[in-house]
């Protein structure tokens, strides 16, 4: 999970940016996050993994209406399959309902 390689900078001596490496991406995920979580009022541990990457997704995609990203990946992995019921098994011929 995450990236093969972290990059730090120095903050003690007023590094905050080295080339394209710096914490405003974690730091705004993180105030996102805990705005978002407080909602909830409290998370089961269980649970909190879910909601974490709900938040990911929302954050990812906070410029775009949800409500057609939603669609569009039903659209190609839909949900329905998965919660239909397994089909009953034909009986052999010689089997008898009771």
Same mark, same amino acid.
């Given at each position: 999970?995450?990236?093969?390689?972290? #990059?730090?900078?120095?903050?003690?001596?007023? !590094? /905050?940016?080295?080339?394209? &490496? +710096?914490? $405003?991406?974690?730091?705004?995920?993180?105030?996102?996050?805990?705005?978002?979580?407080?909602?909830?009022?409290?998370?089961?541990?269980?649970? #909190?993994?879910?909601?974490?990457?709900?938040? !990911? /997704?929302?954050?990812?995609? &906070? +410029?775009? $209406?949800?409500?057609?990203?939603?669609?569009?990946?039903?659209?190609?992995?839909?949900?329905?399959?998965?919660?239909?019921?397994?089909?009953?098994?034909?009986?052999?011929?010689?089997?008898?309902?009771?």
């Amino acid at each position: 999970m995450g990236f093969d390689k972290h #990059f730090r900078v120095n903050h003690g001596n007023n !590094e /905050f940016v080295r080339g394209c &490496r +710096h914490v $405003n991406g974690i730091e705004s995920f993180w105030g996102y996050a805990k705005h978002r979580l407080a909602q909830f009022h409290e998370v089961r541990k269980d649970k #909190f993994e879910l909601h974490l990457k709900e938040t !990911e /997704f929302r954050l990812n995609h &906070r +410029h775009d $209406n949800l409500y057609k990203v939603l669609l569009q990946l039903l659209s190609i992995h839909p949900l329905w399959p998965r919660l239909l019921p397994k089909p009953l098994k034909k009986r052999k011929d010689g089997d008898k309902h009771k």
